[in-house]
């Protein structure tokens, strides 16, 4: 069954480092989203991508923030310089269709320390 | 805001036991709504969806229930197994080319042997 993949599994920063986390999206899917999940609580919306360009994006997804899709595969969220805050767990989704359901990848675990 | 959320953070139902994990939503504009499943160290696992013009929809050992009328939505699990404890989420989304799923609080489901 196809899935989407994400690296690294765990990447730990110093505050105010950039990161890049990657993801390989499901090869016909067309939508793509971010989503992060800090410790126990519920999971949060950041940004979605369709056709090359943000479709909708959340609060939380400031400047320091940006998403890309070099290549027709990868599709990467950029954090510039991070907070302590931005530590969590950053999921990748992509779907076939905007309103259909969503297929997530194992998560890319961010420590900012 | 809008939002959508649970009930009961934890539920401890007996093995063979059915399960019954409650959802709340407040925002009228929503005609589609998602059960995930995440287990511990992964991403969100689709379980069964429903839209808004349907008020039940049965899958392999699930249902979920959809009360309009109220804004409310349950995943039923019948003869619940070991495997089925995870943390649960309701989301929403709405037509009309919004990207953006909204996820809930979670309810944790601890299955006892």
């Known amino acids: 069954e196809p899935e989407v993949t994400q690296t690294p599994s765990h990447q730990v920063t110093q505050m105010g480092q950039e990161v890049i986390l990657r993801c390989v999206p499901i090869?016909?899917?067309?939508?793509f989203y971010w989503y992060r999940q800090i410790l126990g609580q519920k999971v949060e919306f950041l940004v979605s991508?369709?056709?090359?360009?943000?479709?909708?994006k959340s609060e939380i997804f400031d400047d320091q923030f940006s998403v890309e899709r070099p290549d027709g595969s990868n599709f990467t969220l950029k954090i510039r310089s991070t907070k302590l805050e931005d530590s969590a767990m950053y999921f990748c989704a992509s779907g076939e269709d905007g309103t259909e359901k969503l297929f997530f990848g194992s998560g890319t675990q961010l420590s900012v320390l | 805001g809008e939002s959508v959320g649970l009930h009961l953070p934890t539920l401890s139902v007996q093995e063979g036991d059915n399960s019954i994990i409650n959802c709340a939503y407040s925002n009228s504009a929503s005609d589609y709504f998602i059960w995930y499943k995440q287990e511990s160290g992964k991403g969100p696992q689709f379980i069964i969806d429903?839209?808004?013009?349907?008020d039940k929809r049965q899958g392999q050992r699930v249902t979920v229930l959809l009360n309009k009328t109220v804004k409310h939505l349950s995943l039923q699990i019948a003869a619940t197994q070991p495997g089925d404890s995870a943390v649960y989420f309701c989301a929403e989304n709405r037509s009309g080319g919004y990207q953006k799923v909204t996820f809930g609080i979670g309810t944790k489901l601890q299955v006892i042997p």
């Open positions: 429903i839209r808004s013009n349907m």
């Open positions: 991508f369709y056709n090359n360009e943000i479709s909708e």
């Open positions: 090869s016909n899917h067309l939508y």
